[in-house]
């Protein structure tokens, strides 16, 4: 009956929305491929303490929503999914994912802060970014590029972050620059992110990686360079991603 159906979706929204997602839409799960097994779990973010989590609009080819779930939250997954690269999606909402790997069964007990860990975890993912940045030195510019063979500035960024320390951050400039933490570009650290143009929305993005010096996708004719920071070129602002 219609009347039945109306209520069943009404009441699946109902519950969405108290979550603290306001998911208005239910997925029909008819309409899945079938990469996407249906789930009827819950599970809670477990990702660091005082920390969160993108949404992706999708697990293919993912594009951040803009928004976050905090560490601790509880939510329903609707379905699951495997992307091309092997990892485990979840679907929240009617285009919103979320990687399966920064979550645990809603009746498990997640991180709690461990300083002392967290900052030994923080300089091993720093390491790592650094490494990876490195590692980049002489490949090509690509426009729109995201490795690992060519880059662009911003996706140069969000591969060593990703690969480097499993730390999801946007596409952008525009985006990047918001996330984190500001610091003082006399005080940097390995893994900072340094900015150039416009405090709010920069034109550019590189990665800094010790002693004065920088990793970015430069220029279609340069490629992938290390630099020195100098008072030509000066960065605007420097972001702390990694706490």
């Known amino acids: 009956m219609k009347i039945k159906s109306d209520l069943v979706k009404f009441t699946a929204a109902a519950t969405l929305t108290l979550t603290g997602l306001g998911v208005a839409n239910v997925v029909n799960s008819n309409s899945m491929t079938n990469h996407v097994a249906a789930a009827t779990t819950k599970v809670k973010i477990n990702y660091v303490p005082g920390y969160g989590i993108n949404i992706w609009d999708d697990y293919n080819n993912p594009s951040f929503t803009g928004t976050r779930l905090q560490h601790g939250t509880t939510v329903d997954v609707l379905a699951s999914a495997v992307d ?5 999606w979840y679907q929240i909402g009617e285009g919103q994912w979320i990687q399966a790997r920064y ?20 300089a091993k993912e720093a390491s790592k970014v650094v490494n990876l940045a490195n590692a980049a ?17 911003s996706g140069l960024a969000q591969y060593v972050y990703s ?3 499993g730390k999801e951050i946007s596409r952008s400039t525009y985006s990047q620059v918001k996330q984190g933490k500001t610091v003082s570009l006399s005080n940097l650290k390995p893994g900072d992110l340094l900015f150039w143009g416009s405090a709010s ?31 030509y070129f000066y960065p605007s602002v420097a972001k702390r991603v990694l706490n």
């Open 103 to 122: 979550t645990v069964d809603a009746h498990s007990s997640v991180a709690q802060p461990d300083t002392a860990k967290n900052n030994n975890l923080t």
């Open 137 to 153: 030195v002489g490949k090509a510019y690509a426009w729109g590029g995201n490795g690992p063979s060519g880059f662009d500035c």
């Open 163 to 165: 690969r480097g320390a």
């Open 201 to 231: 929305s920069p034109y550019h993005v590189g990665i800094y990686v010790g002693n004065n010096q920088y990793v970015h996708a430069a220029t279609p004719a340069q490629g992938v360079v290390k630099d020195n920071i100098s008072s």
């Open 84 to 88: 091309s690269k092997g990892k485990t």
